[in-house]
């Protein structure tokens, strides 16, 4: 059968029609070689796993920086105990993607792979796919065969950050069920089974349900994720946000970030585009950066101001709302 002849075909009626074998550690041998080449850096930079909800909570915070409920991680440790991959869904901003990527990271003790998602995305493109010209001289064969982050994660052992699953199309998130529920990757073509090797194969999706021209999630794919809902945070937490993440030299003080946040918190009411704490951060760093720029030591509001035109500024017809909301809270 020829490599058209399977993308032409349904995935599960391929699986069936051929003598499938799992894979031994002999007729891996290639195939892990080549993922230990191509991805030699998620190896090379490998740390000691952290399972425990506690101290991987305490590792985001010192480590990358990032401001995790301990539930959420719990959940989460929750989840991989049982088996089962989370979807993080919420807005976008609210740190879905990163998070997701950080404990992924801790949990294997190796770097997790993240494939971002379009509607074109197959088993080709995250699992593996023939060279044109090896396949010519090889046929459709381990010596040809290029192996895919999806695979790569499997057999390394790592962790996979499938980011903003809703922008796949339903046949690829089809393609995803076998996997999460045998921890299995097929692939036809060489008539093999790839097993997860350890715990340390976790995948989380990121959604935001409410961005547009999106497909929607089948039952099946919901039954098989446990859901983590993420939301904007309060005022509090935001500021201290923004102050861990804070990297500039020019001091920023307490009450112009207090002020950002209630720009923000305007916006997020009445605008289209609604900021995430991301776009806090940046628009506090850029502030920074000018004001560093200009010769000060600590950051003023007209800093605050010019910075909010390159940051805030999203969608055209909205400059007059977010002037509005500037001139409100830092009286100009």
């Known amino acids: 059968m020829s490599k058209e002849e399977v993308s032409r075909t349904d995935f599960g009626e391929v699986v069936s029609s051929l003598p499938l074998i799992e894979a031994n550690n002999e007729a891996e041998e290639s195939i892990d070689e080549k993922v230990k080449a191509i991805y030699k850096h998620i190896i090379e930079r490998s740390i000691e796993p952290i399972r425990d909800p506690r101290k991987m909570t305490r590792s985001l915070l010192e480590r990358y920086k990032l401001i995790v409920d301990e539930r959420v991680v719990t959940l989460v440790v929750a989840a991989f105990l049982a088996g089962r991959p989370v979807l993080f869904e919420g807005p976008p901003g609210t740190g879905k993607t990163e998070i997701g990527e950080a404990i992924l990271t801790l949990w294997a003790g190796k770097p997790a792979l993240v494939i971002p998602c379009s509607e074109n995305y197959n088993e080709y493109r995250v699992i593996g796919d023939f060279h ?38 339903e046949e690829f998130q089809n393609m995803l069920l076998d996997i999460i529920d045998k ?9 093999k089974v790839f097993k997860a090797r350890g715990d340390g194969f976790q995948i989380i999706f990121t959604s935001n349900p409410e961005d547009y021209a999106q497909t929607e999630l089948s ?8 859901r983590v809902p993420f939301d904007y945070p309060p005022p509090e ?4 946000i923004v102050k861990i993440r804070y990297d500039v030299n020019a001091e920023l003080p307490s009450h112009i970030v207090k002020r950002m946040i209630s720009v923000i918190d305007i916006l997020r009411r009445k605008s289209l585009y609604k900021p995430g704490p991301a776009d806090t ?45 500037l001139s409100k809270v830092f009286s100009l």
């Open 281 to 325: 951060v940046l628009w506090a760093r850029i502030a920074g950066r000018l004001a560093y720029l200009r010769g000060k030591n600590v950051v003023e509001d007209r800093d605050v101001i010019d910075a909010a035109q390159i940051i805030l500024y999203k969608r055209v017809g909205e400059e007059e709302l977010v002037d509005e909301a």
């Open 132 to 169: 044109p010209l090896m396949a010519l001289r090889y046929g459709f064969t381990e010596k040809s065969f290029i192996p895919r982050p999806l695979l790569a994660a499997l057999l390394l052992d790592a962790g996979v950050l499938v980011d903003e699953i809703r922008r796949s199309n």
């Open 237 to 240: 937490l935001e500021y201290q």
């Open 183 to 191: 921890r299995r990757i097929i692939v036809p073509e060489l008539k």
């Open 219 to 226: 039952d099946a794919f919901l039954r098989r994720v446990v």
